[in-house]
């Protein structure tokens, strides 16, 4: 990806939930609600306090993250969809994308 976002700006690939739920049924895609998890492709060097020093981001690039459901703008680059959003969208690091991969 040749994108570096800015400031406390980061960016964030969907990560795609189960299809079906906990009781078995199968969920159509018409039905499905975006999700609201996902992995951190990149991050900008932070945001600046009143001194004018930057203050890095709490997050980094591969992290799992939860943010809102109308969270960040949704771009289209290199044919993936992504989302830009400043970290305070952020509500939380999950875990490691790369300690998830290996549980599934």
Same mark, same amino acid.
């Given at each position: 990806? !040749?994108? &570096?976002?800015?400031?406390?700006?980061?960016?964030? &690939?969907? =990560?795609?939930?189960? $299809?079906k $739920?906990? *009781?078995?049924?199968?969920?159509?895609?018409?039905?499905?609600?975006?999700? /609201?998890?996902g992995? =951190?492709?990149?991050?900008?060097?932070?945001?600046?306090?009143?001194? *004018?020093?930057?203050?890095?981001l709490? =997050?980094?690039? *591969?992290?799992?993250v939860?943010?809102?459901?109308? !969270? *960040?703008?949704? =771009?289209?680059?290199?044919?993936?969809?992504?989302?830009? /959003?400043?970290? !305070?969208?952020? /509500?939380?690091?999950?875990?490691?994308?790369k300690?998830?991969?290996?549980?599934?």
């Open positions: 990806m !040749s994108f &570096r976002p800015l400031h406390d700006r980061v960016v964030v &690939r969907r =990560v795609d939930e189960d $299809t $739920t906990a *009781g078995g049924i199968i969920i159509p895609d018409s039905a499905k609600e975006k999700p /609201m998890q992995e =951190v492709l990149a991050v900008g060097p932070g945001a600046r306090n009143e001194k *004018g020093e930057i203050v890095p709490d =997050v980094k690039a *591969g992290d799992l939860l943010f809102g459901k109308w !969270s *960040g703008t949704e =771009v289209k680059l290199d044919g993936d969809e992504l989302l830009i /959003m400043k970290e !305070s969208d952020i /509500m939380g690091v999950l875990k490691s994308a300690s998830a991969r290996k549980a599934a």
